[in-house]
């Protein structure tokens, strides 16, 4: 199956979803990153080039692991894990980071800019432009910069300039809106480094292929390892990047099930989540450069969504998505707040691993139904992102006394210092 | 009378017609009604009424905020359309539709036309429609009358300009510099240069809009484009300070 091989007069299209839905002002531009991605995709020596960046830069391949003590624990499917959590920076956003870098470097432009929610992938976009000398505007919402400081932080050490979206809902959508008006003016010598999988064509198609790398080492490892292809395969929803990853990598393999795991936030009917497929709140528009599902009202202005995984916590979902939900390709299904804190406090004490709070939402998924099925069925979770590195997040989602105490502690001490 | 032969019918009295703009129910539809007031003694020739839109994404501040606070005071598509059959019926300036495409697409395109008619507007732009996606829209337009209005950029070159140019009607819209719109634009060369590019795609009057805020910047148009849009500088003067510095801004721009 090759969902990019697209018919003529249809490009960028997935089923009805997808397309470039964009100021005329920004065509040239858009024009010229699909001849140069065009270029890339066709050319094997980019591809190696690639590979070997994240080899050398960011530890690739990453690993699997077999998570016997949760398997025997649940008694059913045998679980494994694919290992992106071990990238640099903690996450498989430096996939498409370090990607749209060389591609960058091919357009001969000097300057990036990002959106960011949780800031994983500002943070990314932050660590690739250090290396490759580009500078670097990252916008992100002003309630998420205020909820996420260490991903700030870190961004700002690294050399980025951090903009706090004050428009909208203060989120990534708003960070997004953010980063399109900053296009339209500094095309001349800008990329934008879109984040997931979403926005105008080619921006779904490109994300997807670098991130496609997740996939194609994970059902190779996993045949080595298990010795077969696996039943199901688990991945977390939000734009959808690390599902696309990871799914492609079984596109062509009929017998395994492919199960995008979204962010249900308060459950179904609260109208308090981020679940544009699982549940039925969402409806067919168009916004920020293409056509997909929105979280949206009647007249097409978007609702307001949540998810205690910022990184979850968006209005649409990647186009390719809403056409493989409607052709039965990928089942939906969605993770509410509460499971999601306890499926992270299992998988912390029964296997030693800090999934971050997106990934956790497939461990969910996963851990309901592997008591269903076989012991000598075999369950694939893509563990996305690690979360130690959002202590202060988890730490709230946990609501851990103790680390109240301390953080009360320092700010007292900060206080001290500055009086 | 269609938009192109009602602005040649405008030129026969004066060499530069202007194009304004409000932000549906911002700050109220009330405030809308005196801005229009305005607008119709000053001489003002067409107007844009802007439905406010979620994800004002090719918008600069101020039009961000205005569509923002809008939709928080409830602002629908029912009371767009009522404003608009109010303004057309009253005044004697065109009326054009200026919104984003998912407003169009929520509705459906052919109950968009319709309604659009039924409210005497003339026309309509949708910036973030671009010509790929907007044959079957630009198809029932022409059926009713109602023209979709093209928008040429500093950045279309030479063969996009001619796909523009192919299926312009009624007027197109310059948009005289990169960006969103709010900032100021400075009127030389490059702008001439692009309407003389422009002006070799099409037939249809011409008009320029972003960062035109003073008579200087009429001045400069005058002769060169059909037409000036005036959109953030008069919201802006509304917001500082109020009806009479929006005559005055009016009276001295028009002057």
Redesign the interface.
């Known amino acids: 199956m090759d969902i990019f091989d697209f018919s003529d007069g249809r490009e960028g299209y997935y089923g009805k979803y997808g397309g470039v839905f964009l100021p005329e002002i920004l065509h040239a531009t858009i024009e010229e990153l699909l001849v140069c991605f065009r270029e890339c995709k066709a050319d094997p020596k980019f591809w190696q080039d690639y590979v070997t960046l994240l080899q050398n830069y960011s530890g690739r391949p990453t690993p699997v692991t077999h998570l016997e003590n949760l398997s025997r624990k649940l008694g059913g499917a045998q679980i494994y894990v694919k290992r992106d959590d071990l990238n640099h920076t903690g996450s498989h956003k430096i996939n498409n980071v370090m990607g749209q870098g060389l591609l960058c470097q091919r357009l001969g432009k000097k300057r990036v800019i990002a959106e960011t929610g949780a800031g994983q992938h500002g943070f990314a976009t932050a660590t690739m432009a250090a290396k490759f000398g580009f500078d670097c505007k990252i916008y992100m919402g002003a309630v998420d910069v205020a909820r996420q400081r260490p991903n700030v932080f870190w961004m700002e050490n690294l050399g980025a300039e951090v903009i706090a979206v004050e428009d909208g809902q203060r989120t990534l959508k708003d960070a997004v809106n953010a980063c399109m008006r900053d296009w339209v003016t500094n095309m001349a010598d800008t990329h934008y480094i879109l984040g997931t999988a979403c926005g105008p064509h080619p921006f779904p198609e490109m994300v997807s292929w670098f991130q496609s790398i997740i996939g194609m080492e994970a059902r190779e490892q996993i045949l080595k390892q298990a010795g077969r292809l696996p039943d199901r395969v688990y991945a977390c929803v939000g734009g959808g990047s690390n599902a696309m990853g990871i799914f492609q990598g079984f596109f062509d393999d009929d017998n395994v099930e492919l199960v995008g795991c979204e962010a249900g936030g308060h459950g179904v009917g609260s109208y308090m989540h981020s679940a544009r497929l699982a549940y039925d709140d969402a409806t067919v528009g168009v916004a920020q450069g293409y056509k997909t599902y929105f979280l949206q009202d009647k007249e097409g202005n978007m609702a307001e969504t949540h998810s205690v995984a910022a990184g979850l916590d968006y209005i649409g979902v990647n186009p390719i998505f809403s056409y493989l939900h409607d052709q039965g390709k990928v089942r939906f299904e969605a993770a509410t707040d509460i499971e999601v804190k306890e499926a992270l406090k299992l998988t912390m004490r029964t296997e030693g691993l800090i999934p971050a709070l997106e990934s956790t939402h497939a461990f969910v998924t996963a851990i309901k139904e592997a008591p269903t099925m076989s012991k000598d069925e075999i369950i694939l979770i893509n563990q996305s992102g690690r979360g130690d590195k959002d202590i202060f997040t988890i730490a709230d989602a946990l609501d851990d006394a103790k680390w109240k105490t301390f953080i009360g502690g320092k700010a007292d001490q900060y206080r001290g210092e500055n009086s | 009378m269609g938009l192109e032969s009602y602005i040649a019918e405008r030129k026969q009295h004066k060499d530069l017609l202007v194009m304004a703009h409000v932000v549906c129910g911002y700050p109220s539809f009330e405030a809308n009604m005196q801005e229009l007031e305005i607008m119709h003694e000053a001489g003002v020739d067409l107007v844009e009424l802007q439905f406010?839109?979620?994800?004002?994404?090719?918008d600069?501040?101020l039009f961000?905020?205005a569509n923002?606070q809008s939709?928080k005071s409830g602002t629908?598509?029912d009371q767009c359309f009522d404003f608009m059959k109010l303004v057309s019926e009253r005044f004697s300036f065109k009326v054009l539709m200026m919104g984003?495409?998912?407003?169009v697409?929520?509705?459906g395109e052919e109950v968009f036309v319709q309604r659009l008619k039924e409210a005497g507007g003339v026309g309509y732009i949708v910036?973030?429609?671009?010509l790929?996606?907007s044959a079957h829209l630009h198809a029932l337009s022409e059926a009713a009358d109602i023209e979709p209005i093209i928008?040429?950029?500093?950045?279309?070159?030479d063969k996009?300009l001619a796909q523009?140019g192919a299926i312009s009607r009624g007027m197109v819209y310059v948009?005289a510099r990169?960006?969103?719109t709010g900032s100021k634009t400075n009127m030389g060369d490059d702008v001439i240069g692009l309407i003389e590019r422009c002006r070799q795609h099409t037939s249809v009057p011409m008009g320029v809009g972003f960062g035109i805020s003073s008579k200087a910047d009429m001045d400069f148009l005058r002769g060169n484009a059909d037409m000036a849009i005036v959109g953030t500088a008069a919201l802006q003067t509304w917001e500082d300070s109020g009806a009479e510095g929006l005559k005055k801004f009016f009276a001295e721009l028009m002057a």
Do not use: C, I, Q
């Open positions: 406010p839109f979620s994800e004002p994404s090719a600069g501040p961000v905020h923002e939709l629908t598509v984003y495409y998912n407003t697409f929520k509705m910036p973030d429609l671009p790929e996606e928008l040429m950029t500093p950045t279309s070159s996009r523009l948009v990169k960006g969103v």
